[in-house]
Structures are given as structure tokens and as C-alpha cells.
């Protein structure tokens, strides 16, 4: 007996033989990228000159300006985040008699140490990693000790006191004209330690360390101007339109980055351009299962940004950028832009337009969750085969 024949050889093309291909081989998901007419423009020359687009410019950075925090609420939480900071890294260094929890390291995190706070938003956040498991009552604790110092301080430079909540994140310090979040997390070996009754949430105090991944990244490769102004632009559109309220700041954070820096120059783009892009891609369906979407840099591997939302959320989502792009190539960039109101402030993702003869509707959704019916005549037809047989 030929030893090859029985593991893989010639004769039995079950294991790799030159018969069929083996069953259990695993099937590879195929994610596709979205077109990007920015990417394929060697494919697709120019047949004449692009237009001149100094309108759609001077309205975005318009809008910018009017997102932009004033010098005023800046020092405001610029003062109040400064104190926080030096009161906990007091405790950090020399708690004394403080013993509700231990404290290994205070991270500022979110749009504040971003640079893309939005007007009319004083809050910044901190996150506090704890040696100690988290529970609510070191929670608790340590929310009043902040408190007290806190109002030490104030009470020195004559300023108003502040007020401090806990809430299920930690808890969140209140002053005159600003606040600041202080997120609670703890090491990562602690979180298989973490009990639902006692502890914080393990989905929450995992989002506040991944919150620490996020800024350390952005730091590092978004620190771009074109970057900061793109998020603040499309930020404030997904929270006018209710199609993009489900997306993520991190998610705008990403597209963002991706739409200004990942081009075949490797340079930034102008704003204009990237604002037009970011919308084609996402009504190109971005963020839409099978779609290779934004791979997440501070995560595992193969990991997407998009799979944070459920299946109706990213229809809709793509619905609606596609509405808003048909709006802002027909001249209509002033209402999805926010600069001026749309009929009583009605969202014009959500209403029919006539723009020089042409419609834009609103999109149906695509997506249905009603499992689908089963059809029963092919099920009886079956049925009666098999008795005949």
C-alpha cells in the first residue's frame, strides 16, 4: 500500500489531493472599499477644469468661526480643568487620609485636549484610572474629596464654588461657566474582577481606557488644523440631521483624518474638498455591512469603526448622506451647513426640495428587521413530492 494515498496523496482527494478542495476549508469575507473618486482619478482623467468651489470655502470656514468656543468659555474650562487636574494628581501622589480608593494615573481625554471643542459646550473630560476596583461607593468617595479641594481653591482666587454629581460614568464637577466629566476606569487586569451589582458598568469603564487610546492617536497623527476644523464642521452636521446622530465622535474623528490626510500626495487636503468627500463616501455606503469602512487604530485587528452601530442605523446613515449630497451639488450648502435655516428649522434630509427644476426626496430605508416570510407553496409542494415518491 502506497503510504501517499491515505494522508493527501493522489488517490484520495480528501486532504488536499488534486480532487475537490477540502469542506472545511474557512471562507475569507471579502470587504470591499467604497469608491472614491479621489483615489480613481488616474482612471478618471478631467475632461475640462474643476470649478470654481470658493463659495462652498468661504461658507465652511464661515461656519467654523461660528463653532469655534469663544476666548472667554476656553479659559473658563481651561481654569477649571487645571485645578481638577492638580487636585488629583495631589491624591495620586499623597492621598493622606483619603482611603475611599487608590488612584494610578489621571488622563485628559475628549474633545477638549483634542482641540475641537464646539461652542456652547464648556465640558471637557478627565479620565481617572483606579488601582482599586471601582466601586460606587470609592466613587462616591472620591467625588466628594474632589469637591472639597476643589472649593479650596476657589475660594483662594475669590472665584464661585462648584458642585459635583455623581452620575454612572463617575461623576461630573459643575462651576460657574464650565464643567468637567471625570470618567472612572481601573487597570486592565482588574476589569475579569468586575461585579454588575457592585462595580461600575464593564462596558463603561472599557470605553473610558479605550477614550485614553483614542486621544493618545489622535495626538499623535491628527494634530492637522484642516483636521480639527473638518470635525468641528461635520460634528455639528450629524447633530442637525437626524439620519448622522448615531455616528460617534470617534467615528468623525476618523473619517475626518481619513478624508483630509489619506490621499496619493499624502498631503492635506483643502477643505472644501475633503468636506465634499467625506458626504461621497458615506452615501457611497461607508459605514454599510460588507463595506471595508475605518479600520480602528487603537484596536484588534481587522477591527472597523462602523460595527459600533446596528444595521438600521448605518441605513440610515447612508440614506441621509446621500440626500445631503444631492442638496450640496444642486447649491443647497447653506442649509446643511446650518447658516441658514430650512423652513422653521426642519431638517432638509428628512423633506422634499426642488433646486432648479431638479427633486431631491428622501431616501426610503433599506433596511427591514421583520424576519421575511416563509413561503409556504414551495414547502407544500415539497411535502406532496415526497409523499408521491
Not at 19 to 33: A, I, T, Y
Request: proline share 7%; net charge neutral.
Amino acid at each position: 500500500m502506497v503510504r501517499g494515498i491515505g494522508r493527501g496523496g493522489r488517490g484520495i482527494p480528501g486532504r488536499g489531493g488534486m480532487g475537490r478542495p477540502p469542506f472545511n476549508r474557512p471562507r475569507v469575507l471579502m470587504l470591499r472599499p467604497p469608491f472614491d473618486l479621489l483615489l480613481a482619478e488616474p482612471a478618471f482623467p478631467r475632461c475640462k477644469p474643476a470649478p470654481d468651489d470658493s463659495v462652498l470655502t468661504q461658507a465652511l470656514l464661515k461656519r467654523h468661526t461660528e463653532l469655534c468656543p469663544s476666548p472667554t468659555d476656553q479659559a473658563a474650562v481651561l481654569s477649571l480643568v487645571t485645578k481638577l487636574q492638580t487636585v488629583l494628581d495631589n491624591i495620586v501622589v499623597a492621598p493622606g487620609e483619603f482611603a475611599a480608593c487608590q488612584l494610578e494615573e489621571v488622563r485628559q481625554v475628549g474633545s477638549y485636549k483634542k482641540g475641537t471643542m464646539m461652542a456652547g459646550k464648556n465640558v471637557a473630560d478627565i479620565v481617572v484610572i483606579m488601582k482599586t476596583l471601582p466601586t460606587k461607593e470609592a466613587v462616591e468617595g472620591l467625588s466628594n474629596k474632589v469637591n472639597e479641594e476643589v472649593n479650596k481653591l476657589m475660594k483662594a482666587e475669590g472665584s464661585g464654588a462648584v458642585v459635583s454629581a455623581c452620575h454612572e460614568r463617575g461623576f461630573t464637577v459643575t462651576g460657574t461657566s464650565a464643567a468637567v466629566r471625570v470618567l472612572i476606569t481601573t487597570l486592565h487586569q482588574n476589569l475579569r474582577k468586575i461585579e454588575p451589582d457592585v462595580h461600575l458598568d464593564y462596558k463603561v469603564i472599557s470605553s473610558h481606557l479605550a477614550a485614553i487610546r483614542h486621544s493618545r492617536w489622535f495626538e499623535e497623527n491628527a494634530h492637522h488644523s484642516s483636521i480639527k476644523v473638518l470635525i468641528r464642521l461635520l460634528r455639528d452636521m450629524c447633530s442637525r440631521h437626524s439620519g448622522l446622530e448615531p455616528l460617534t465622535p470617534w467615528m468623525i474623528d476618523l473619517l475626518a483624518h481619513h478624508c483630509i490626510m489619506n490621499n496619493p500626495q499624502r498631503q492635506a487636503l483643502p477643505i472644501n474638498v475633503a468636506f465634499r468627500r467625506a458626504l461621497s463616501l458615506m452615501a457611497g455606503g461607508l459605514f454599510l455591512p460588507g463595506c471595508a469602512g475605518l479600520p480602528d487604530p487603537c484596536e484588534a485587528a481587522h477591527s472597523r469603526a462602523h460595527t459600533a452601530l446596528d444595521l438600521a442605523a448605518q441605513d440610515l446613515a447612508a440614506a441621509t448622506a446621500q440626500t445631503l449630497l444631492r442638496v450640496v451639488a444642486r447649491g443647497g450648502h447653506l442649509y446643511v451647513l446650518g447658516l441658514q435655516p430650512f423652513e422653521g428649522g426642519k431638517d432638509i434630509s428628512l423633506e422634499i426640495t426642488v433646486w432648479d427644476g431638479v427633486v431631491v426626496s428622501p431616501l426610503a430605508p433599506a433596511y427591514n428587521d421583520s424576519p421575511e416570510p416563509m413561503d409556504t407553496d414551495d414547502k407544500e409542494e415539497e411535502s406532496q413530492d415526497s409523499v408521491a415518491a
